[in-house]
């Protein structure tokens, strides 16, 4: 599998497309998305430059944003199937700790980023939990790869923003 990955944090020189190890199988609950658009973000420069604290394993996948099509599905996974098109939700969360189940899911103790704190969606495969999906159809099937590649991060810091923290309400 080909992927774009940061060799060591520093600067841009430090990142390559390389091939890396075989695309991952989806476990229980995951599924495995070929890739046919990923967006740029400013977290990867940020990536690139180096984050305290996150560890920088040989070969780091970088990307958090993304979409493409289901290309197989785990165990108990029902909600979307083979050749399904989606956008990555690139927050993965555990889904059982106490903020995960009132809802505030980037603060689980788990939690962690797409290309911050796991393989990233700039490869040609991801596998990612199920939850982390949303089938195309449900927002435009009309809406290109590369539109919806570059919708999900900013959008759920949007959304958040307004609907968690200001707590915007229809009307206002």
């Known amino acids: 599998m080909r992927a ?13 497309v390389e091939e890396v190890a ?7 609950g995951e599924v495995r998305v070929a890739l046919r658009a990923a ?3 400013h977290l990867d420069l940020h990536v690139v430059a180096g984050l305290p604290g996150i560890p920088y394993p040989d070969r780091k ?34 889904y059982t700790c106490e903020f995960c189940r009132s809802g505030e899911h ?17 490869a040609e495969f991801i596998t990612i939990p199920a939850a982390n999906v949303l ?14 590649a570059a919708f999900s991060l900013v959008t759920l810091t949007a959304w958040r923003m307004l609907v968690t923290r200001a707590r915007v309400r229809s009307g206002e």
């Open 39 to 41: 967006a740029l973000n």
């Open 135 to 148: 089938p195309l159809p449900s927002l435009d099937p009309a809406l290109s790869w590369a539109e919806a």
């Open 61 to 94: 996948i970088l990307g958090a944003d993304g979409a493409g099509e289901i290309d197989r599905v785990g165990p108990d996974v029902t909600r979307v199937r083979p050749g399904d098109r989606v956008l990555i939700n690139p927050g993965v969360s555990d």
């Open 106 to 122: 980037n603060l689980c103790v788990n939690y962690g980023i797409l290309g911050e704190h796991l393989p990233g969606t700039l």
């Open 22 to 28: 075989q695309a991952p199988e989806p476990g229980p």
């Open 4 to 16: 774009c990955v940061l060799k060591a944090k520093g600067g841009l020189e430090q990142v390559a």
